[in-house]
């Protein structure tokens, strides 16, 4: 086991979040900034590639077991887009309220809403690790033309829980952590860890 990682971000939320998870095993979760880390490229079409690249170049440079995700919104009557290209949906610079905007305008006319969040973490204790540990949450909804709810980032006003009778977006954070794809991928993640323990 180790009891240090880099995080292959420097998204503050993320490191709080990893960071609260982890502690509980003794592990201390250093964001690749600290560490002199450039951001990576994402290449890849999926989200397995691109997390996995992240991680072995965070370990790479480092020398330390790394932690990286890579996650988005896919929507069916899209093929699956924007994917791996959530983010930057509609282009540069990164902007929520273009990417909504765009992903409606897609969807005008279409009466197939389905769409599910992904999110998959990789951890490598090497960069050359060749088995990493991976772990997969996948989150069901819908997408609304009308936005709803002022929590949370990027898709969730517009991604509606039908169990919920709500957007993510109207959830309280505390529930959209334990309930979200990247909740599901944590807690896997956790449960592997603990395993090798």
């Known amino acids: 086991m180790f009891d240090t990682l880099v995080l292959a971000s420097n998204n ?3 490191l709080k979040e990893f960071s609260a998870l982890l502690a ?10 600290e560490l002199g880390v450039p951001e990576c490229p994402e290449p890849h079409i999926t989200f397995l590639e691109n997390a996995l690249e992240k991680a072995r170049h965070a370990s790479r440079v480092t020398g330390l077991p790394a932690l990286a995700d890579d996650s988005g919104v896919c929507v069916e009557a899209l093929g699956g887009a924007p994917g791996v290209y959530s983010a930057r949906f509609a282009g540069e610079p990164k902007s929520d309220a273009a990417n909504n ?3 409606i305008d897609k969807l005008a006319g279409e009466s197939n809403r389905r ?18 540990l991976v772990a997969e949450g996948v989150w069901q909804g819908e997408i609304v033309d009308e936005p709803r709810g002022e929590g949370g980032f990027g898709y969730d006003p517009h991604f509606w829980l039908p169990v919920e009778g709500k957007t993510v977006a109207e959830l309280p954070s505390e529930r959209k952590n ?20």
């Open 101 to 103: 905007a765009l992903l």
């Open 12 to 14: 503050a939320g993320k």
């Open 24 to 33: 509980p095993l003794g592990i201390r979760v250093v964001p690749q900034g």
């Open 178 to 197: 334990r309930m979200s794809h990247r909740g599901q991928a944590i807690d896997t993640l956790l449960a592997r860890l603990k395993a090798m323990a």
């Open 115 to 132: 769409a599910w969040y992904t999110c998959v973490l990789v951890l490598v204790r090497h960069a050359e690790d060749p088995q990493p």
